[in-house]
């Protein structure tokens, strides 16, 4: 079946504009992750939509970051007024989510999209 | 930081050794997973073991965890130049309804032919 994509692959933009991400998760996956990964770094863990529930933002590192998750599925992430430092792969991931009876959950993960901020 | 760190930073070998990488944690878990990332792209997750299990096997993969030390290892036997690639231990501390898998750095395995 279908993977998670992302779009768009690459992204390139002006300091100051503002950017929008695409997710589109694995069908029926509850859950959907964002992740941030500069050059060479492990991934830094930015939003968490599980369900109908209240999104966790913790990881969001600035009120320019923001993202929604429209009917469960789709989810956009927006960035507003870009600064160089946001450069980086935007990664989404989607797992079956909380509470389905699996334990804890795999994640899979789209091919992620790449931000140069110039 | 509830981050696991893995060592070592970087790993080369020769096609054909055996691989293992290390990934050491700060507070209990639910469960520990292995992914691999080519090209700075997706990750793929590798194998996944529960906090009440020791040892997990998947084809050429074989994982370990050890809870009283908060560590776990990953090896890859008969290694492979296909098998160059990044590797990441992630930490779930699931908390209340949520699931977060904490990321550590990676390791750089370069499998020479």
């Known amino acids: 079946g279908a993977g998670v994509s992302q779009s768009p692959s690459n992204k390139v933009t002006e300091k100051g504009k503002d950017v929008e991400l695409r997710c589109d998760p694995i069908?029926?996956?509850?859950?959907l992750y964002w992740y941030r990964q500069s050059l060479g770094q492990g991934l830094e863990f930015l939003i968490y939509?599980?369900?109908?529930?209240?999104p966790d933002k913790s990881g969001l590192p600035s009120d320019r970051f923001s993202a929604e998750r429209t009917g469960g599925s789709v989810s956009t992430l927006t960035i507003q007024r870009t600064q160089q430092e946001d450069s980086a792969v935007y990664l989404c991931?989607?797992?079956?989510?909380w509470g389905v009876g699996l334990g804890t959950d795999t994640q899979y993960f789209g091919p992620g999209t790449r931000l140069t901020v110039l | 930081s509830q981050q696991g760190e893995e060592d070592p930073q970087a790993l080369s070998i020769q096609e054909g050794e055996n691989a293992t990488m290390n990934c050491s944690y700060k507070?209990?878990?639910?469960?520990l997973q292995w992914y691999r990332q080519n090209s700075g792209r997706g990750l793929v997750h590798l194998i996944l073991?529960?906090?009440?299990?020791r040892e997990k096997h998947s084809g050429r993969l074989r994982v370990t965890l050890d809870t009283s030390k908060k560590s776990s290892s990953l090896l890859i036997t008969a290694s492979r130049a296909a098998d160059t690639a990044s590797y990441f231990c992630?930490?779930?501390?699931?908390?209340?309804?949520?699931?977060?898998?904490?990321f550590g750095k990676g390791i750089t395995l370069s499998v020479r032919p």
């Open positions: 991931a989607s797992s079956l989510g």
């Open positions: 069908s029926g996956h509850t859950a």
């Open positions: 939509f599980q369900g109908n529930s209240a």
């Open positions: 507070t209990s878990i639910n469960n």
């Open positions: 073991i529960r906090s009440n299990e």
């Open positions: 992630a930490t779930d501390f699931r908390m209340a309804a949520n699931s977060k898998l904490t």
